[in-house]
């Protein structure tokens, strides 16, 4: 009967520990689904950072300078001097024309033009000759007469403007000591008028005198070089006349000279116009064919390299036989979106990248902003091309038609406070804050803001110190809240590199920060992993 008891007690005892256990779990797990995980608070350290505010775009490279080379003759080409990835320079021979049959007619030109000279007899040749002469000798003298009236109307001759000069600074030196005298005769005067009412010595009025007499004979001797400094200066003005009126007899006489040549010339013609045209057109005929055969090699007409080619052997020398283009001087061209481009100016620095050149960064300028949309008409994605130089290119990593990106410098700030732009609250009449942790209590910063990038916007204020921790979520906390440290995350820890919001401070993924406690009242370091 005793164990029966033990036994309906332990059963008892079994099944109240297990009725609180159900009671427990059931309890617990309505509380939690009740009331929910809380979320995290993204922190993140105020750090001073560089900022680029730019306008990226990519393209393809191009060249600065683009030189397609034709051939002025019609022929067959015979032979090629160059080929694509040549270096080459200004009249370097690049393709070779079939010549044999201009050479035979430049042979058969070259004797018939001596044996015209047969039909012109010497004296016609003289007068050829004396009718060149009277005109180099009309131009000289020409020129001359011209130069010499300009100079006289104009009072640009050296030696007038010299004289002038001089006559000026002589008439200068007479007012001055004009000037002077009368000052020194006012003071001679007063003086006398002391002397009489015995106010001063015989002395003084000797030396007021003296003084007087000084400065009067500086009067003279200015008043004489004045004189002859404009003697002198008549006397040029009347010498480059006569050289003037000299030059324009010998132009007269040089014009005469022409004339009598020109109509000697004309009586030779006259007499002989058939043989002197034939003489003439042979000559001008046997100049064309020299020139066509110059012509026959193909020259480089700039310095570059040759970065196609559609001459070939054998084949005609019509449309583009090479493309030439300097492989130095480089640049992007891409399109930009039309709400961009009151950013951009002519002479705007740029960083370009290059896909086929890794990390390998180069600075460039912006050259060209074209005038006119380059999409269609009624597009709504209305883009216009810019262009962008490169500077120091290395062609042995950058080519043309490359794939290649440009960020356009709007903006920069080489040292910056910067957060995400969702932890800045703005609050009506009061102004902007961010919101920060310390000794995980939540407090706010008042700030003011500046420049923008693609992800941060600059924050400035006096009671912003280097390593607070910003909340970058601040819509879930409230001033004066107490956040538990398992709650905190770091936000968006990934930032490419080719942002150029961060070249340093937060890692890339799998890695840890450290988030130093700061602003009022210092803190504790924060680890955050992610």
Known sequence: MQKVKTKKKMLFIIATVVIIGVVFILATRGRSEGEGELPSISVMPLTQRPLVDSISASGGVRSMETTNVFSSQTGIIQQLAANVGDSVS??????VL????????????????????????????????????ARSALERQTLAYNTQRSDLENGTSSQILTMENAASNAFVAWENAVNELSRRES??????RLFEAGAISRSDLDTSAEALRVVQNTVNTTSAAYDTATIDLNA???SQTSQVEATRLDLEAARINYNNAARTLDQFRSGTTSALTTHENQIISLEMLHQQLEDSVITSPVNGVITDRTAVVGGSATGILFVIEDTKDLYVTMRVREHNLSRIFIGQRAIVTVDAAGSRIFNGEVIYISPRAVTQPGDTSVEFEVRVRIFDVDDSLVRIGMNASANIIVDSRDDAFAVFYDAIVNVPDEGSFIYVLSNGIVGRVPVTTGMRTDMFMEVMGESLTEGMVVISNPSLVEVGQVIDEDRLISPRTFIPPSSGDMHQGAQGAGGQMMIQGGGQGGGTAVRISN
């Open 90 to 95: 200004v009249g370097d021979a690049l393709a």
């Open 187 to 192: 003071d001679h005067e007063s003086n006398l």
């Open 236 to 238: 040029a003005r009347a």
């Open 98 to 133: 079939d010549d044999t049959t201009l050479r035979n007619q430049i042979r058969q030109a070259e004797n018939n033009l001596l044996s015209s000279y047969g039909s012109l007899d010497s004296s016609h040749l003289n007068a050829r000759a004396a009718f060149e002469n």
